[in-house]
């Protein structure tokens, strides 16, 4: 299937644009503000990065002695023959820009040397919030039937994608709902599958850590409950987007989990028993942090994942990278879009960017742009999107 051309980070995409000019400068000063104690020489690298991608300065290489410099490099020279001149963080495609700029900003933060995450205090906030624990509370309810039980599980875990830390426009829609936010929901057809067929692996490529993280995990735990079943959840390698889930913020999830309620510490148990039987693995790689999209997986995941008997693709930034980032027809295909990846496929994604595909026919885009101008980008409607094999 062809795509159409990716978005760029010129004005030709007004989000995109602002995400550069506005949102990305805001978050540095963000984490300026919540880690007051950084040293001197990093608090000056970090404001002067903020200045140069709020400016729209050319795009730098990492410093050669970067272990990613030549991964980043070729991704630099891509942009470059794309439009045969250099790349800049105002003019330039908005998936690379924009994964790019966080790894800025880790290499401004000296994280490669400290180990410290820029955004922890972010995260630890909401960990220590009650709200996240409510909604741990609702997903660990008992239910009728495992059927059941994944249907309110997954409908959960998409709308925990909505507290997205580097996006407070998606953060003030909580997790409450309307009958019209969720503009597709396959989950009938995606429970009967995994019901009908013997228990497999599930792969689950993670997004956001606190509360979607935690609802990822109660819903793999609903995954476990079947003989033979097995999953891995996959991680980024280093923080990024702010609230993106690291292998610390998963062992700190279940710490925390012990010590909320009998409910909590059970399932955290659980877990980590089948963490202990090798049932359940958390695999953090580098590509998850870079700016190549899913049709260019590296031959490990791309194995790990066509194996699957279901991949589980969870927010914004992960869908942008499974369907392209482009401007698209929202009723192209939705199983077109993803045909690279052989394995079943869902989406559980809040919409907080303009890429979209398999939008019903008898949704109009006209009627949506008409009631909510933003409603492809202020995370209120959603998507349970699903590919079968």
């Excluded at 023959?81 to 800025?104: I, L, M, N």
């Excluded at 429970?191 to 850590?209: R, S």
């Excluded at 879009?337 to 496929?345: I, N, Q, R, S, V």
Aim: proline residues 6%.
């Amino acid at each position: 299937m062809r795509r159409p051309p990716p978005i760029r980070t010129n004005s030709s995409n007004r989000f995109a644009h602002n995400t550069m000019r506005v949102r990305l400068p805001a978050i540095i000063d963000e984490v300026l503000t919540l880690n007051s104690d950084y040293e001197a020489s990093i608090q000056a690298r970090l404001s002067k990065l903020r200045d140069e991608i709020a400016g729209g300065a050319l795009i730098p290489p990492l410093p050669s002695c970067a272990p990613d410099h030549d991964e980043w490099q070729r991704a630099i020279d891509k942009q470059r023959e794309a439009t045969q001149s250099q790349p800049g963080w105002q003019d330039a495609e908005w998936f690379f820009a924009e994964t790019y700029a966080y790894r800025w900003i880790l290499e401004a933060a000296r994280w490669g040397e400290t180990g410290r995450d820029p955004f922890a205090p972010k995260k630890r906030a909401e960990l220590n919030g009650d709200a996240l624990w409510r909604l741990v509370e609702r997903a660990l309810q008992p239910s009728d039937s495992l059927a059941d039980a994944l249907s309110r599980g997954l409908a959960l875990d998409l709308w925990a994608n909505r507290i997205d830390l580097s996006y407070a426009a998606s953060q003030q829609h909580g997790t409450a709902t309307s009958a019209d936010d969720l503009l597709v929901d396959d989950r009938g057809a995606v429970i009967a599958q995994l019901l009908d067929e013997p228990a497999g692996e599930i792969a689950l490529v993670a997004d956001n850590a606190g509360s979607e993280l935690a609802l990822d995990l109660a819903l793999v735990d609903l995954l476990l409950r079947r003989a033979g079943a097995r999953a891995h959840i996959c991680l980024k390698a280093a923080p990024t987007f702010v609230s993106d889930a690291t292998i610390h913020d998963v062992w700190l999830m279940l710490a925390e989990m012990e010590r909320r309620s009998l409910e909590s510490a059970a399932l955290a148990n659980r877990l980590r028993a089948a963490w202990s039987a090798e049932r359940l693995r958390f695999l953090p790689h580098p590509f998850w942090n870079s700016s190549l999209f899913m049709w260019e997986l590296p031959a490990s995941l791309h194995d790990a994942l066509n194996k699957a008997q279901l991949v589980i693709i969870k927010g914004d930034a992960n869908y942008r990278r499974a369907v392209g980032d482009c401007l698209w027809d929202a009723h192209s295909p939705f199983a077109e879009a993803l045909g690279y990846l052989d394995a079943p496929a869902l989406c559980l994604r809040t919409l907080k960017s303009d890429p979209l595909v398999g939008l019903p026919g008898q949704i109009k885009t006209q009627t949506l742009d008409a009631s909510d101008p933003e409603w492809r980008v202020n995370g209120k409607r959603g998507l349970i999107q699903f590919k079968a094999r």
